[in-house]
């Protein structure tokens, strides 16, 4: 048996045949049957320039329906697919190509022309252009090849993507996803989410990270219908779209922006049924206000690199605002204090997952990858969180941002929680900042609604009467946004950064 999860996009491509698979945001339509016959052509170039079964691909382009269409060409032929941030300049660039040692790299020809001593260093067979609007010698050199390459035999443990961590807490580590891990999470959403040929999904996510590239669009190929693919978050083109749409899958800064629009109403979303948010926090007044709003309650779920999905909302039944729903088909969450013993409902301790679709381990990290397993195969994820006495997941943070003051650990969800219940307060983030006393102090960092006035002293007081004192913030700061990465994650190590010294 052939275990290649291309050979699973295969069979469904060839059910489709002339179906509408992708729209691109110029209104260019792609069938499944165009899937097939670019997929095929890309491959049979890739082989054709030295390129063989389980070498690394590594691709720094903007998003494109080529750029999406590598990607299935990278398996159908057998390699790894290795997608980098587009953000990502060239020190760092010089990393992921030293680390991930690739046979070819896929930029833009300005890029290639700016890395030419890296590329020339590091990747064997060098570079191949791919633009933004999809031309360059990528497109034009396979356009001779034969579009019907064989689906490269594959077992279910081989890589199919090597996918870098975002490395906001750290050096980004290259997470072996292999075909099992993806038709593991590919089929339980699929099935869980109840996607059908009728569906046309929103697509206005990156596609150099797990969100974008799989987790969402595995869905629609599974389910043979429709991606509408935006090249980006552009909150007026997304209201344009979304009366043709059923589904989208985004980030919590989508819903925020939507909203911030006033043409974003109830009949715009008339024929949505599903909004799904993920990959940072979704604050629960987000959450409530866009029900008010649109009358859709969006389903928050919560996953990570090493993983894809790891837990999920109910699409029937309850949705619990704050909760990240329960583990879904392929997973096993378990709750565990510092040395490992299961907690009871409620208790707050770090996230572990198991199950067929955790990753293989880190690429050349054998060390980390042993110290991020238990021995019986629990995969440490990094996170804080408990469970209700309904087994839905609440993460309360990253392990690394727990703050310990004076001997006390401070979960910041908590803190951040209260003062963003205070009027006039739009977000806020809580991070552990050295102190000659406290070994931590609490600081909160706070961004105030538009033309609002709200003191540091009044968050503090605000705080005092609803927490332990030693969770109260020693000092709040005014911020007018928090820093984020491409996913909407707030990076406090950013912050801490910035503030090292405001107790000294
Ligand atoms: P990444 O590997 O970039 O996808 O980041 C994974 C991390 O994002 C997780 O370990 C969580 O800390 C965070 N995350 C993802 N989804 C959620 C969510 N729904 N709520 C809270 N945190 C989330």
Request: hydrophobic share 35%; with cysteine; net charge negative.
């Amino acid at each position: 048996m052939n275990s290649n999860f291309f050979r699973n996009i295969f069979n469904k491509a060839k059910e489709a045949g002339g179906r509408e698979f992708l729209q691109a945001e110029n209104g260019e339509i792609y069938t499944y049957h165009d899937l097939l016959e670019v997929t095929g052509r890309y491959a049979s170039f890739l082989e054709e320039i030295g390129v063989c079964p389980g070498d690394r691909v590594a691709v720094q382009v903007d998003k494109s329906p080529e750029a999406y269409f590598l990607y299935l060409a990278v398996m159908r032929m057998g390699g790894g697919f290795l997608p980098l941030n587009t953000a990502y300049k060239k020190s760092e660039i010089e990393y992921f190509l030293s680390d991930a040692e690739p046979v070819v790299f896929i930029c833009s020809e300005k890029n290639k022309f700016e890395y030419i001593d890296l590329i020339s260093t590091h990747v064997k067979l060098g570079a191949i252009t791919l633009e933004f609007n999809g031309t360059g010698e990528l497109c034009e050199n396979s356009k001779k090849y034969s579009s019907s390459h064989e689906v490269c035999q594959k077992e279910l443990h081989d890589v199919a993507i090597i996918m870098y961590t975002s490395g906001t807490t750290g050096q980004p580590k290259g997470a072996m996803l292999t075909h099992q891990n993806i038709v593991t999470n590919a089929e339980a959403l699929t099935k869980l989410w109840e996607f059908t040929e009728k569906d046309v999904l929103l697509h206005a996510l990156p596609i150099f990270h797990a969100h974008g590239l799989f987790i969402s669009t595995h869905c629609v190929l599974l389910s043979k219908s429709k991606i509408l693919f935006l090249s980006k978050f552009d909150k007026d083109t997304v209201i344009n779209c979304l009366p043709s749409c059923t589904a989208m899958m985004g980030v919590p800064t989508f819903y925020t922006r939507l909203m911030s629009s006033t043409s974003f109403n109830h009949d715009l979303v008339k024929n949505m049924r599903l909004f799904v948010s993920g990959s940072a926090p979704l604050l629960e007044e987000t959450s409530r206000e866009f029900t008010e709003r649109t009358g859709h309650t969006i389903l928050e779920r919560y996953g990570m690199t090493e993983s894809a999905i790891i837990s999920s909302n109910p699409y029937h039944g309850d949705r619990k605002y704050g909760s990240v729903g329960k583990a879904i088909e392929g997973v096993e969450v378990k709750i565990v204090d510092d040395f490992g013993k299961a907690l009871e409902f409620d208790e707050v301790g770090h996230v572990q997952i198991r199950g067929p679709a955790i990753m293989k381990g880190y690429w050349k990290k054998p060390e980390k990858t042993k110290e991020e397993f238990t021995e019986d195969n629990w995969f440490k994820t990094g996170d804080l969180g408990k469970k209700d006495s309904e087994e839905y997941l609440y993460i309360v943070g990253r392990h690394k941002d727990l703050v310990i003051t004076g001997g006390f650990n401070v979960y910041p969800k908590e803190v951040e929680l209260i003062i963003d219940s205070m009027p006039g307060v739009k977000e806020s983030a809580v991070i552990g900042l050295s102190h000659a006393d406290f070994g931590e102090a609490v600081t909160a960092i706070v961004v105030l609604e538009e033309r609002c006035n709200v003191e540091a002293e009044e968050v503090i007081s605000f705080c005092r009467n609803e927490l332990a004192s030693y969770k109260v913030p020693k000092q709040v700061i005014v911020y007018t946004t928090l820093p984020r990465n491409a996913m909407g994650k707030v990076v406090k190590a950013k912050l801490r950064e910035e503030l090292s010294t405001l107790y000294y």
